[in-house]
C-alpha cells in the first residue's frame, strides 16, 4: 500500500518505511511414491483414476485439469496445449501423451460417445454432466483406504517434479511440462526423500572406491590397516 501511494502523481507517501518480512516456515514437503500412487488410484473412484494420473504425470495444477478441454487436444499428433493467457503464469505449454495417457484419452473419449454425452471437458464428473468440482470426500476417502491419510491433489505436482528429474528429463524441459516459471520454485518441488540420500551415499562410496591411486576400501577400513601395521 505504501509503495503504491509512493507512485501515484503527485505521490500521496513521501517516504517508504523499510517492512521486515515475516520468516515462511509453510513449504510442504508431500509427495508420493510409485506404489503409494498406484494404491490411491485404485481406491479412487472409475471417473477420477485418469484425472489423477494425468496430474501425476504432468505436474499440472488442479484448475488447469479439471478446465482441459479437447480443444486442447490433438489425439493424432499426441499433443495436448494450454494456451497463453490460460495458465496461472500467464504462458502457454505443451505436453505430449505417452503410451498411458493416450490410452486414459482415447477411453474417455470414446467413453463419452458411447454414453452420447460428449462435452468439452476431457475429464467430466461422475454423471458425466460437466467438468469435476469438488472431489475431496471421494479423495480423502481413498487416501485413507490406501495408507495415505493427509496427502492433497497438489502433492502429485511435486511428485511429478521429482520423478521427471530422477528420470533424467533435463530441469528446463520439466520446468515446462509443469509449467514453473522460476527456478526458486521449481526447487521447492524437487523433493528429496529418505531413499534420494541412501542413494547418493551408495554413489559417493563407489566413486570414492573406484578412485585411482587410492587405497580402495571404506575410511574404517583403511584407518584399521594402519593401525594393525
Not at 523499510?18 to 509453510?26: A, D, G, P, Q, Y
Not at 551408495?202 to 584407518?223: A, P
Amino acid at each position: 500500500m505504501l509503495n503504491l501511494g509512493a507512485q501515484q502523481t503527485p505521490p500521496i507517501v513521501d517516504k517508504v518505511p523499510h517492512i521486515s518480512m515475516l520468516e515462511e516456515n509453510n513449504v510442504r514437503k508431500g509427495f508420493f511414491e510409485h506404489d503409494e500412487f498406484l494404491a490411491l488410484k485404485s481406491c479412487l473412484p472409475e471417473y477420477l483414476k485418469g484425472f489423477v494420473t494425468f496430474g501425476y504425470k504432468s505436474g499440472w495444477r488442479v484448475s488447469e485439469i479439471t478446465g482441459l478441454k479437447w480443444s486442447n487436444v490433438d489425439l493424432e499428433k499426441r499433443v495436448v496445449c494450454l494456451e497463453i493467457g490460460t495458465t496461472k503464469n500467464k504462458e502457454g505449454r505443451t505436453i505430449y501423451l505417452d503410451d498411458e495417457l493416450m490410452g486414459i484419452f482415447n477411453a474417455q473419449r470414446q467413453l463419452q460417445k458411447g454414453e452420447e454425452k460428449i462435452i468439452p471437458n476431457v475429464f467430466p464428473n461422475r454423471p458425466g454432466t460437466g467438468p469435476i468440482k469438488d472431489f475431496r470426500k471421494a479423495w480423502k476417502t481413498a487416501c485413507e483406504a490406501a495408507g495415505v491419510p493427509g496427502r492433497i491433489f497438489h502433492d502429485l505436482r511435486r511428485t511429478a517434479v521429482r520423478n521427471m528429474v530422477r528420470s533424467g528429463i533435463p530441469e528446463r524441459v520439466a520446468m515446462m511440462i509443469s509449467g514453473h516459471k522460476t527456478r526458486a520454485v521449481f526447487e521447492r518441488y524437487n523433493i528429496v526423500s529418505e531413499d534420494d540420500l541412501m542413494v547418493a551415499a551408495k554413489k559417493q562410496e563407489d566413486y570414492l572406491k573406484n578412485q585411482l591411486g587410492t587405497v580402495s576400501g571404506t575410511v574404517t577400513q583403511i584407518q584399521n590397516k594402519k593401525a594393525s601395521s
